[in-house]
T-cell receptor, first 115, second 112 residues
Framework: GENVEQHPSTLSVQEGDSAVIKCTYS??????FPWYKQELGKGPQLIID?????GEKKDQRIAVTLNKTAKHFSLHITETQPEDSAVYFC??????????????FGKGTKLSVKP | DAGVTQSPTHLIKTRGQQVTLRCSPK?????VSWYQQALGQGPQFIFQ???????QRGNFPDRFSGHQFPNYSSELNVNALLLGDSALYLC???????????FGPGTRLTVL
């Protein structure tokens, strides 16, 4: 089945710097890759997603890139702010074998933005 | 427009007991997926409901069961609770199985 690896597990940056989180997936049939932000005591919040027919997507300070050949995708946050501090999860969804849309998550990256 | 809601917020049970968790999807959504999130881990897929039927199931034992009602709300039931069932249980809703999933705040279950 699908497996998603996420790195790094923790990331500390200075306010204003950029942060990059990387994920790799194992199933070449995966076609949808969302990123979630989870703050303490809350459920995951969808912040950006990308589908397999697109190589890059940007939304203000957040961007995601996808390399289907290498089977990896990355989250880029520019001009980080203290309120970006949270745990970020990548996920992948496959349609192999009749799968109807469950997400496989990475283990998460704890991002700390220091003022 | 309310997002995904879950109840209760917190729950404490003892080993061997049974528990029912509830989820109301975001307005306009017809598909509900349940995930278990252990401390420090990513969410793990339990099962997904669409048109009141379980459409897909993750690697969880039969002690975990669910239901979806005609109004698209859903319940997760866990029987014969084990200490290892302690986790945050998340409900996610979507419009169809292949669209974006939006999560609720979760129910924190503690099994003593």
């Amino acid at each position: 089945g699908e497996n998603v690896e996420q790195h790094p597990s923790t990331l500390s940056v200075q306010e204003g710097d950029s942060a990059v989180i990387k994920c790799t997936y194992s199933d070449s049939a995966s076609n949808y890759f969302p990123w979630y932000k989870q703050e303490l005591g809350k459920g995951p919040q969808l912040i950006i997603d990308i589908r397999s027919n697109v190589g890059e997507k940007k939304d203000q300070r957040i961007a995601v890139t996808l390399n289907k050949t290498a089977k990896h995708f990355s989250l880029h946050i520019t001009e980080t702010q203290p309120e970006d501090s949270a745990v970020y999860f990548c996920a992948a969804r496959t349609r192999r074998g009749g799968s109807q849309g469950n997400l496989i998550f990475g283990k998460g990256t704890k991002l700390s933005v220091k003022p | 427009d309310a997002g995904v809601t879950q109840s209760p917020t917190h729950l404490i049970k003892t080993r061997g007991q049974q528990v029912t968790l509830r989820c109301s999807p975001k307005s306009g959504h017809d598909t509900v997926s349940w995930y278990q999130q252990a401390l420090g881990q990513g969410p793990q897929f339990i099962f997904q409901y669409y048109e009141e039927e379980e459409r897909q199931r993750g690697n969880f034992p039969d002690r975990f069961s669910g239901h979806q009602f005609p109004n698209y709300s859903s319940e997760l039931n866990v029987n014969a609770l084990l200490l290892g069932d302690s986790a945050l249980y998340l409900c996610a809703s979507s419009s169809g199985a292949y669209n974006e999933q939006f999560f609720g705040p979760g129910t924190r279950l503690t099994v003593l």
